[in-house]
């Protein structure tokens, strides 16, 4: 969306440092955590999502990998159960880190 309108305002160097800790802590510009806020918008921080997505991406990738060797005929009906398993064991990391954030 394109930013076309200045707003400007003041307030105390304590409110501008907790802010911007905030929105730095959110990975967020100030310019869009104050947006979001002011908007009501729920602003939810994972920490350690990295590395679930990057375990999610090789998940993806092997799954696809299957699919294109399928697709050839060059392999049958492949055993899925570790890739069943792997991707269990990232949904629990998601589920744990979000009851840490909660």
């Known amino acids: 969306m394109k930013k076309d309108k200045m707003f400007a305002m003041r307030?105390?160097?304590?409110?501008?440092?907790?802010i911007q800790n905030r929105a730095q802590l959110s990975g967020m510009t100030m310019t869009d955590f104050?947006?979001?806020?002011?908007?009501?918008?729920?602003?939810?921080?994972?920490?350690?999502?990295?590395?679930?997505?990057?375990?999610l991406k090789a998940i993806g990738k092997n799954l696809n990998q299957l699919t294109v060797l399928c697709n050839m005929g060059r392999i049958t009906c492949p055993d899925l159960t570790d890739t069943k398993q792997s991707f269990g064991a990232v949904f629990d990391s998601i589920c744990g880190l979000m009851d840490k954030g909660a």
Not at 11 to 18: G, I, L, N, V, W
Not at 34 to 55: F, M, R, Y
């Open 11 to 18: 307030m105390s160097a304590a409110d501008y440092d907790r």
């Open 34 to 55: 104050l947006t979001l806020s002011a908007l009501g918008k729920e602003i939810i921080v994972v920490n350690g999502l990295d590395a679930v997505t990057v375990q």
